[in-house]
């Protein structure tokens, strides 16, 4: 019988600290080390850099931080290690790596992935619509990355011909532990369910510490946050697998936190497409069958569609803004007054220049008590948009020119000097067939000849919805908020938020169920849904998964909302009342399950 894998999750964004690797390596028998760099803004991040210095375009902390110091260790333990910090240009992350091993004296081999960047080809996609909007691609020359996110295929070829370390471009994040698994169990294209279980952990490790504490609702029990211990997924050959952390690390592994991370992001549960299969994670169990051990199980997957998605950034004009403090009687309209006066100065400005007015204004504030004439303290944000990075130039010196004919309380910090105009980058995303990419594998610089499956187009019907039994009738029914009752985390799908909602116990779920319908979710986030409210049952999880559509103002960076990517979505929700029978929490057991 095939061992199980021991996969630990080193990196879950460009930018997250570097000491996981050293912390992941003390784990004993570790068998696979897996490194998540890349988003939307990050490969824009990439493809300008690279357009200043052929050189650059990749993670250069995976090469300096990650492997640098650990290069020996790594291959005294014969540990392998899969990463996308190839950015768009793996070809030199794998040069200046390879540097590193030289220095160190070692002999690791360094696969790279190549075939995901389609900007030398864009001309070939002029006719492809966006695949949420329908909107007409942009022109070439506005477009500053094009990647296909591809699977796990070429990264288990590579593992095949024996590398050490394989580094792609723009794969699926999970992909890289899928590859992992693929490799080492001999799971199949056809062994769907398999797929959809080597996929689960590979997203419950990509966001690093995400399933370990961190960003938790109750994250006042993961203890020292500057001592979390990032995850590691013990995989068995059937796909089932235990979820958990190095000894002596803070953080907490329990099925809240991981089950907060399987929903983290999904969209339908049911459907989640990804370039190997398509997974359904609504009938995913989980256990606690340890401290800080859990298992997980009961996957299921379909076959792929053979499409690929494809994340496409380009310069939409630019944005600017700034966050300033008002307090005092009014605060709230202190602060409208305050910003209202600069955008009317920079308007008039532009009038007087013939020149179009701002293309979008966002005034935001946070704290205080909405129409309150007592003492309160809020912070403001001021943005706008324009085509001309002159005229969002203007609004911001104009801003700051109104601050001596302000309303009183007014205060920020200082010391960067006025803020500056940055760049939209926005997110256009299509289809691709898979066989239209021409993906090549390397190792140590010699192809190996790697030849990709003939995937045919398929359906991709999902199963049908569910719903949890509808409470019964005639109880006397008492008012709490949603956070006594469930957990919940929250995220972007593009312009759309995803809010995963846990019960604590399974008893609540069909209370909070009733509570959370469309209606009440869209009435709750009134002022940011322009569109429709989903919702999903997991069933396995007493869970539920809300997909709040047209939310984020653009998302990414191509927005000026504050909370562009829905991170704090979860926790304007968690506040909100849920009417449940009298006792039942104490009857069920608050956290018991949960």
Known sequence: MTADLKIGGASGFWGESPHATAQLLQVD??????????????MSILARARMKDPQAGFASDFVTSAMGPNLSAIAEQGVKVLSNAGGVNPLACADALRAQIAKAGLALKVAVVEGDDLLPRAEEFA?????????VLPPRDKIASMNAYIGAAPIVAALQAGADIVITGRCVDSALTLAACMHHFGWSSGDVDLLSAGSLAGHLLECGPQSTG???????QAGDLAQIGYPVAEVSADGSMILTKPEGTSGIVNMASVCEQMLYEIGDPRAYHLPDVICDFSDVEMGQVGPDRVRVSGARGRAA?????????WADGFRGGMVFQFNGRNARSKAEAFAQAGLDRARATLEKMGVPDYREVSFEAFGGRPDTRDYEEISFKAAVRHDDARAVGLFLKELIGTALATPPGLHFFTGAGRPKPSPVVALFSFLVEADQLDVRVTLDGADIGYLPATVALRGAEASPLSAPEAPQPGQDLVERCLEELACARSGDKGDSANIGVIARHPAYLPWIWAALTPEAVAQVFAAEVKGPVERFYLPGTASMNLLLHQALGGGGIASLRNDAQAKAFAQQLLSHPIRVPAGLIMNAGLGEDM
Request: glycine share 10%; net charge negative.
């Open 29 to 42: 028998g570790l068998d696979v080390l897996v490194y998540d760099y890349l988003a939307e803004i990050t």
């Open 305 to 313: 569609s053979g499409y690929l998605k494809v994340s496409t950034t």
């Open 127 to 135: 006719d492809r619509t966006e695949m949420f909007s329908g909107a």
């Open 214 to 220: 961190g960003n938790f609702t109750d994250w006042d």
